[in-house]
């Protein structure tokens, strides 16, 4: 009885023994399964996660990408500081309309525009604008009557005592470079063209004083062959109305001649100049009373108050006496007034 008993006890002790060591011994395996499962799960949550890093680093690269896009903006910026453009980018057709629309309102405005430099002939036409640079075509009209009265032929002013000259000269400034030049002009005149005015533009711009501009005041106006006269009211209005961009007397001539047909050419001259001496001023614009405001691209610029720009207008257009000392007749017969003599009052 206590053997079987015993023995009863030693096989359920063995047996508790035997399955404790079982068990002791699936421990350490079903830890390591479960470890490497733990680190299976481990790797899969880092390369989940790890997904999304590169994810989101390729999302910083298509951030940083648009670098490319910012190009364009550096273009417009660009753009910006690029002389100005026609208004609205007009295409050429629209800018050849649009200025010769201009030049026909100036027409209707200014019908009796004609050259300011009184003369009779191409000779006394030549010297008056010669001496016209850096003064008033109103002091050149004052100071040549006596001028001529002594010296009336190229002749006569080729041999002229340089110093009685200068003191003639001496109201328009710069007398001597002045004095000069017409001597010079005149002695070329008698010993290379018999002592007549040549009616070509590469002969008159071998003559001293002569240059381009001067050149075409002589062949439109004594001539009555087309040309641009690119004075400083001229260059300075077709830049303001953006016919050109340009800076050279020369390109300017060019640009704005391509926009008219040859036969306005002199006309047109006249008309923009005398726009530019009696409306659009140089530092104060009398926007308010400009006849062809609605076409100008520069519209603001000056004072835009109609009753202030009338206080601006100058000669005939804000009553005042002209240049001409004597004038065509119908500039008179329009209101025009003529310009007084030298040391005159009142």
């Not at 989101?56 to 690269?61: E, L, Q």
Request: glycine share 8%.
């Amino acid at each position: 009885m206590v053997a079987r008993r015993d023995s009863a006890l030693g096989e359920q002790g063995v047996g508790g023994g035997k399955k404790t060591a079982k068990a002791a011994g699936k421990a350490p395996v079903e830890k390591r399964a479960s470890a490497k499962k733990a680190a299976k799960k481990a790797t899969e949550t880092a390369a989940k996660k790890a997904a999304p890093v590169r994810k989101a680093a390729a999302v910083k690269k298509a951030v940083v990408a648009p670098e490319k896009a910012s190009a364009p903006v550096k273009k417009a910026s660009a753009t910006k500081k690029v002389a100005p453009k026609p208004p609205r980018n007009e295409s050429q057709t629209a800018l050849v309309r649009r200025a010769r629309r201009i030049n026909r309102e100036l027409a209707e405005v200014f019908p009796y525009a004609h050259p300011e430099l009184d003369f009779e002939n191409p000779f006394q036409l030549i010297v008056a604008t010669v001496l016209s640079a850096q003064t008033t075509d109103l002091r050149v009209n004052q100071t040549t009557p006596a001028l001529f009265a002594k010296y009336p032929t190229p002749e006569d002013l080729a041999a002229a005592n340089p110093e009685e000259v200068e003191e003639i000269l001496r109201p328009t400034g710069f007398f001597r470079a002045k004095t000069k030049s017409v001597i010079g002009l005149s002695k070329a005149l008698v010993e290379n063209f018999g002592g007549e005015v040549p009616g070509r533009l590469d002969d008159l711009v071998t003559l001293p004083g002569v240059g381009r501009k001067t050149a075409f005041v002589v062949l439109g106006n004594a001539f009555g062959r087309p040309g641009i006269t690119a004075d400083t009211h001229f260059m300075r209005l077709v830049r303001r109305w953006q016919w050109t961009d340009e800076t050279d007397p020369d390109k300017i001539e060019a640009a704005v001649s391509a926009l008219f047909p040859k036969s306005d050419w002199t006309d047109l001259s006249h008309h923009v100049i005398w726009h530019g001496r009696r409306i659009c001023h140089a530092r104060k614009p009398a926007c308010g009373a400009c006849p062809i405001a609605p076409l100008c691209p520069a519209y603001g610029e000056g004072e835009t108050d109609p009753e202030k720009a009338q206080k601006l207008l100058k000669y005939e257009k804000g009553g005042f006496p002209g240049q001409r000392l004597n004038p065509p007749q119908a500039y008179l017969d329009a209101g025009g007034k003529a310009a007084p003599p030298l040391g005159a009052t009142g």
